[in-house]
């Protein structure tokens, strides 16, 4: 029996021991994640593209009627964000604006970091 307990003791430890990496492994992961979200690098080329899968079906130029809300431009989406604060606000989801994308789901933290970022920097076209 003695010689027992040292092994179950040496067991519980090797678990542990790969439970831990898993867990590191996880980690390295989401560093490498959020790393490659590059919010340095932004111009009007970097949000366009998330604009334009988003947004654009339903606030281009020849839909006037979304309370002058066109962001299918550089001018326009420039304008949009510096008149109306709710452009930024629907896409985090804060309260008293209408959550953007209509009917869709929130876009992902990085793309709107990346947009935060654009207009921290002046929006930037190039
Ligand atoms: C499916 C169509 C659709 C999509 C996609 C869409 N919107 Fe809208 N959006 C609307 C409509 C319709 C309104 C007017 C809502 C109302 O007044 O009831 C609106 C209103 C807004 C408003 C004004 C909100 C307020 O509370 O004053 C903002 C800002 C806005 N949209 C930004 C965006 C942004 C940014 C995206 C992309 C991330 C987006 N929308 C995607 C249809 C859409």
């Not at 998330?50 to 962001?71: M, P, R, V």
């Not at 994308?101 to 933290?109: A, R």
């Given at each position: 029996?003695?010689?027992?307990?040292?092994?179950?003791?040496?067991?519980?430890?090797?678990?542990?021991?790969?439970?831990?990496?898993?867990?590191?492994n996880?980690n390295?992961?989401?560093?490498?994640?959020?790393?490659?979200?590059?919010?340095i690098?932004?111009?009007?080329?970097t949000?366009?593209v998330?604009?334009?899968?988003?947004?654009?079906?339903?606030?281009?130029?020849?839909?006037?009627?979304?309370?002058?809300?066109?962001?299918d431009?550089?001018?326009?989406?420039?304008?949009?964000?510096?008149?109306?604060?709710?452009v930024?606000?629907s896409?985090?989801?804060?309260?008293?604006?209408?959550?953007?994308?209509?009917?869709?789901?929130?876009?992902?933290?990085c793309?709107?970091?990346?947009?935060?970022?654009?207009?921290?920097?002046?929006?930037?076209?190039?």
């Open positions: 029996m003695k010689t027992i307990k040292p092994i179950i003791l040496c067991l519980c430890f090797l678990c542990l021991l790969v439970v831990f990496s898993l867990c590191t996880d390295e992961e989401d560093i490498t994640e959020t790393s490659t979200c590059d919010t690098n932004v111009n009007y080329n949000i366009a998330i604009f334009d899968a988003y947004c654009l079906n339903c606030h281009n130029s020849n839909k006037t009627d979304k309370e002058g809300i066109i962001l431009s550089y001018e326009n989406l420039k304008a949009s964000i510096t008149n109306y604060d709710e930024l606000k896409i985090k989801h804060e309260s008293g604006v209408k959550e953007m994308p209509l009917f869709g789901s929130k876009l992902e933290d793309k709107i970091a990346i947009i935060e970022a654009w207009v921290n920097k002046g929006m930037p076209e190039k």
